[in-house]
């Protein structure tokens, strides 16, 4: 069998294996995730498939790991929730490492935390939210997620979890009298921890 131009090329430096195959890639984990949770995969094989996903350099390997699995809906809003964001969101990863960050920092409108193995700690309570919604997506398997949130933002909750801890803490969870902004927190946990605070 001859492979195709693809799978003969190697990987260029900001080619198709650099943003593309990266949003490919969390679409895989996200799955084999959901696989896990819905007991279709044994959890030895769903981290053989996930350390094999963060290895695959090419579309083809990709597709292979989720081949066998029903297409499963990866968890999130309902259409009547929906919001629309312009531009891509801010991807922070952490896989068998620590990424800590805080500062008076300007917070994207969408920010995606990615976690396996490892840990993220995000002190923003010190940071700016613009009003609106600000989107932050958890997605962590084994590992730890703290978020730490300026007072006055109001937080709702989308979090999902399965044998792990997702908590909302201190949170505003009614509208002020003026325009809010609003930390809007999606996702989900399996076998990890994820706090925010307020």
Known sequence: MVDSPIDRAPPASGGPLGMASTVSRDLVVAQLSEAFANDLLTLDEMERRIATA???TSPTELATLTRDLPLIPVPG???GQVTSFSG???RLSAVFGNV???GFVDVPQRLELRVFAGNIEL????ARFAPGVTEITIRTLMGNVEIVLPAGVLVENFGESFMSSFEIQGADLHAPNTEPSIVRIKGRAILSSV???V
């Open 123 to 126: 002190d923003l309570s010190s």
């Open 88 to 90: 891509p969101p801010l």
């Open 77 to 79: 809003m309902s259409p």
């Open 195 to 197: 706090e925010v605070s």
């Open 100 to 102: 800590e960050r805080g």
């Open 54 to 56: 963060y290895a695959a």
